[in-house]
Nanobody, 121 residues
Framework: VQLQASGGGLVQPGNSLRLSCAAS????????VGWFRQAPGKEREGVAC????????YYDGSVKGRFTISRDNAANTVYLQMNSLKPGDTAVYYC???????????????WGQGTQVTVSS
């Protein structure tokens, strides 16, 4: 089982990034996928998640309207489009997979290694 997060980098405030999470080793389409982030000195927090069944989505209030989560089951990949980035979005971003889904990290069974996003001028 593997989740590979990629697409992070250094961007200026107001710019965009798209993160990808490529999955292998399990039946991806059966799993909800979430994105979480952890900033230095802070606890990990849920950012967005997408269900396995009907593609319904959830966003944390801090990113709603700026971030969009989507999935391509044929490619075993989930994306996080991040627009209008702010310095407060700086963190390591992790993707994770869960049979049950939701915003709690404790519901997630498989985790990727994380990708660094830095928003700074």
């Amino acid at each position: 089982v593997q989740l590979q997060a990629s697409g992070g980098g250094l961007v200026q405030p107001g710019n965009s990034l798209r993160l990808s999470c490529a999955a292998s080793g399990f039946t991806f389409s059966n799993y909800a996928v979430g994105w979480f982030r952890q900033a230095p000195g802070k606890e990990r927090e849920g950012v967005a998640c997408i269900s396995s069944s009907d593609g319904s989505t959830y966003y944390d209030g801090s990113v709603k309207g700026r971030f969009t989560i989507s999935r391509d089951n044929a490619a075993n990949t989930v994306y996080l489009q991040m627009n209008s980035l702010k310095p407060g979005d700086t963190a390591v971003y992790y993707c994770a997979a869960s049979l049950s889904g939701g915003s709690s990290e404790y519901a997630y069974d498989y985790w990727g290694q994380g990708t660094q996003v830095t928003v700074s001028s």
